[in-house]
């Protein structure tokens, strides 16, 4: 089976959000496509997981994508005996939130990254980008900085969700150090 999803569908959008998501890889097939479900379309490359929830009347099953523009989105269903991880799994269930407006710019994504590590939790900024063109107001729901984050549309209809895993704070702190930083950090160490 082949869906066909133009731009002028009012699903276009979150599908092309999930489709952003899958794995890259070819190491990890289940991964690597889109799963359908009976009211939603789900991706996940293992760092961070999409989700839209939209009325179809698609196949339920894996589906790669086959071509994917600025117009169009065409998947096609694949016989296979991969498995799709068990996404709602993973989805967190954390209490505390709080609401952030897009403007479609820096503002969102500075206000996301400052708000989470104000509490210690880290997000790659990569995943944060995607979210700022797509919805105008998010519901991001936060843990400990070993937790991912969950980022929830407000929207009612066509509603997205985003689960992004946090990044290693001691890893990050390395990598982005200058050469002259390293040196200094080797002589406090002595």
Same mark, same amino acid.
């Given at each position: ?45 293992? !760092?961070? &997981?999409? %989700? ?11 589906? $790669? ?6 117009? &169009? ?14 996404? !709602?799994?993973?989805?967190? *269930?954390?209490? !505390? ?11 969102? %994504? ?20 995607? &979210? ?12 400990? *900085? $070993?937790?991912?984050?969950?980022? %929830?549309?407000? $929207? ?32 406090? *160490?002595?």
């Amino acid at each position: 089976m082949k869906i066909k999803i133009p731009k002028v569908v009012h699903y276009f959008k979150p599908v092309e959000f999930v489709c952003q998501a899958r794995a890259k890889e070819n190491t990890r097939y289940s991964i690597s496509y889109v799963l359908v479900e009976k009211d939603c379309f789900v991706a996940t490359d293992g !760092r961070r &997981l999409h %989700i839209a929830y939209f009325k179809h009347k698609y196949e339920t099953g894996l589906y $790669e994508v086959v071509k994917k523009n600025k117009s &169009l989105i065409v998947l096609l269903k694949v016989d296979t005996d991969d498995k799709f991880p068990k996404w !709602r799994d993973i989805i967190p *269930k954390h209490q !505390r939130y709080f609401e952030l407006y897009s403007d479609g710019g820096v503002r969102f %994504i500075e206000s996301t990254l400052i708000l989470l590590g104000k509490n210690d939790v880290m997000l790659n900024l990569d995943f944060i980008k995607p &979210l700022d063109s797509l919805i105008r107001q998010w519901e991001i729901y936060f843990g400990t *900085k $070993e937790q991912p984050a969950r980022f %929830i549309s407000a $929207e009612k209809d066509n509603r997205v969700e985003a689960v992004v895993m946090p990044v290693n704070h001691e890893l990050d702190k390395i990598k982005f150090m200058t050469k002259t930083q390293k040196h200094r950090a080797k002589k406090t *160490k002595k």
